[in-house]
Nanobody, 124 residues
Framework: QVQLVESGGGLVQAGGSLRLSCAAS????????MGWFRQAPGKEREFIAH????????YYADSVKGRFTISRDNAKNTVYLQMNSLKPEDTAVYYC?????????????????WGQGTQVTVSS
C-alpha cells in the first residue's frame, strides 16, 4: 500500500510559478507510475500529467503541455509538478495518484492510490 501527501499549493498571480510535491510512503514507490490530476469546483477530475516508474517517460494533457513538468526522485519517494506560466483557469485542487498500470493512463479509475489534494489558486 502507498500513502500519498501533496504539498506546495497556494495563491499565485497569473504568469507565476508553483512546484507541487507528492511524498509517498512505502518501499515500493519506484514500482508505481505516477500521475497528477486536478479538479475545479463543479467539474470532473482532469488528468494533467503522467510519469513512468523509472521517470524516463512522461505524458501531458494538451492544456498544460509546455507549461507544466512532471518529475520524480525515487530515492526520496517523491514526485513533483513544476507549474509555470500559470493561468486563472489552472485554479483547482491538485491530486497525485499512483498506478500499477505500465502504459500511460489518463483515467482516474486507472490509479490505485490518491493523495488528499492541495489547493492551487491563480489570480488574474
Amino acid at each position: 500500500q502507498v500513502q500519498l501527501v501533496e504539498s506546495g499549493g497556494g495563491l499565485v498571480q497569473a504568469g507565476g510559478s508553483l512546484r507541487l510535491s507528492c511524498a509517498a510512503s512505502g518501499r515500493t514507490f519506484s514500482s508505481y507510475a505516477m500521475g497528477w490530476f486536478r479538479q475545479a469546483p463543479g467539474k470532473e477530475r482532469e488528468f494533467i500529467a503522467h510519469i513512468s516508474w523509472s521517470g524516463d517517460s512522461t505524458y501531458y494533457a494538451d492544456s498544460v503541455k509546455g507549461r507544466f513538468t512532471i518529475s520524480r526522485d525515487n530515492a526520496k519517494n517523491t514526485v513533483y509538478l513544476q507549474m509555470n506560466s500559470l493561468k486563472p483557469e489552472d485554479t483547482a485542487v491538485y491530486y497525485c495518484a499512483a498506478s500499477t498500470i505500465v502504459v500511460v493512463t489518463t483515467a482516474p479509475m486507472g490509479y490505485d492510490y490518491w493523495g488528499q489534494g492541495t489547493q492551487v489558486t491563480v489570480s488574474s
